[in-house]
């Protein structure tokens, strides 16, 4: 199943706002509906595609025929752009100028590769799509070429597993719940389950260094890679054959992050872990976010670190987003404070014996036990975000993301500052913002800070939202924060992710990128700036 092509996910899970909620964005925010109606997709005006017959027949003839190369107009709508707030409204607005060529369907490595070689020869760009996810410009390729969107979703196996190693070798293409089915299947689990894990694929994962809730106990999905094999204009890429080396830099490290720009991932092998026999999940209440902060470094740095473990603000608390299915409900009581989610996985005496040793922790530091009603109400509900943020683009309201990591001494000062920059930013243009924010991901040494920001559209709200973004992007550097802890760099987040790697830096990976795609056809400028 494809997703929504002006949206998130299934359509069928699509809901709109209570009348609570709208009332609160008109009163609040100054939510208005739009005056214009969002385009259909049979009445979007797609231009021709400009591959050309003798270029159609060469992709054509490495994929295995005709069909798998696909230039009719909706393929090419639903691969234009990802799921940003500013990629849904130009294409709701029926702005297709950075459409693709083509789709091609590749059914394998080799095919991948020669798909490669093909569109080197005939200039052609070429951008990785998995489940379509990005938000931050990662599948809109700068420059003027035309451009094949490279759809790997019928590289969608489970090629192996050593249940004594405990690994397994997964294709790109296969997305996250099936992956998911086949480790259950045989008693395992990856522990991978970010917001976007109904649609993302296991490509999409390496590629963009994802994140998964429950990062607290499985890690980052970049923590969970041991092998890739990579197709690249030059040939293959093979990195990985044991779970640690000192044979020099580890080129996993190169290929995790790389966003399709240094090639395209076709098998990821990854550690893997026995199947839970229990999971659990509770909500804890702190007074202010500087406690309930505290109190997950505690938890992060001395133990026991709980499975998942994740902290909303005062406002974010107040509006229900630490649980979404609960906003707008007349019998969910006016919370205060700061909700903590903490979730344990794993045997029924490991995880009876954690959460019995956080409760300690977590009482110490001055939280309230919340019971589990909070923490499965969280669990139940924390794929839907992204059904919320379309209900909100639908009621005339700007809604978007943007995330940030730093240092536990340096997370106070990062929070003020991101938070200052988006409410006297919006505020300036006359939208005054409703900005939220979660500890999302922790560590040893320090944590992500995940925000959500609300607001009237204004009359272009795409142009209205740029310079905020530029502005929240200038104080996450100059706070010392990462330019993106999860969402990955894209388009959007490539000049600051220039500032923050340094020049030597940049030149060492457009060295790279030279070395292995001498012609540029890699997705260019996404990540790595066109030399």
Known sequence: MD????????????????????????????????????????????????????ARQALADCVGGPSYVRTDAESRVRHTRGKSTPDLLRIRAGEVDDIPAAVVLPGGHDEVLAV?????EHGLAVVPFGGGT???????????????????RRLDGLLGLDDVSRTATLQPGLRAPRAEALLNE?????????????????????????????????????EMVLGLTVATPEGTLDVGRAPRS???????????????????????TVRIRPLPEKRIYEGWRFPSFEAGAAALRRLAQDGPRPTVLRLSDETETFIGLAQPDAIGRSDAPLPAGCMAIAGYEGTAEETAERRARAREVLLACGGEFAGEEPGERWAHGRYNAPYLRDALLDAGAFAETLETAAFWSGLPALYDA??????????????????????????????????????????????????????????????????????GVGTDHRDWFVQETGPVGVRVLQAVKAEIDPAGILNPGVLIPVR
């Not at 699509?14 to 100054?30: E, Q, S, Y």
């Not at 490669?116 to 080197?120: E, I, Q, S, T, Y």
């Not at 000192?246 to 990821?268: F, K, M």
Request: with cysteine.
């Open 3 to 54: 997703m929504l092509w002006s949206g998130w996910g299934d359509p069928a899970k699509a809901a709109p706002l209570p009348d609570t909620v709208i009332g609160l964005l008109r009163d609040l925010l100054g939510v208005t509906p739009r005056e214009a109606a969002a385009a259909t997709l049979d009445a979007i005006a797609v231009p021709a595609s400009p591959l050309g017959g003798e």
């Open 116 to 120: 490669l070689r093909v569109c080197a």
């Open 134 to 152: 990005s938000v931050v410009g990662g599948l809109a390729p700068e420059g003027k070429r035309g451009f094949v969107a490279l759809d790997l």
């Open 186 to 222: 045989r008693g395992f689990t990856l522990g991978h389950f970010p917001q976007s894990y109904e649609w993302a694929s296991i490509g999409g994962f390496a590629a963009a260094r994802s994140s998964g809730q429950a990062s607290a106990g499985y890690g980052r999905f970049d």
């Open 246 to 268: 000192a044979a020099g830099p580890d080129l996993r490290q190169l290929v995790l992050g790389s966003e399709g720009a240094l090639g395209v991932i076709t098998s990821v």
């Open 418 to 487: 991101v938070r200052q920059a988006l409410t006297d930013s919006l505020t300036e243009a006359g939208t005054p913002p409703l900005v939220m924010c979660h500890i999302s991901h922790v560590y040893e040494n320090g944590a992500s800070l995940y925000f959500t920001v609300v607001s009237a559209q204004g009359e272009d709200p795409v142009a209205h939202w740029a310079p905020v973004k530029r502005a929240a992007n200038d104080a996450i550097l100059a706070a010392g924060g990462t330019i993106s802890h999860h969402h």
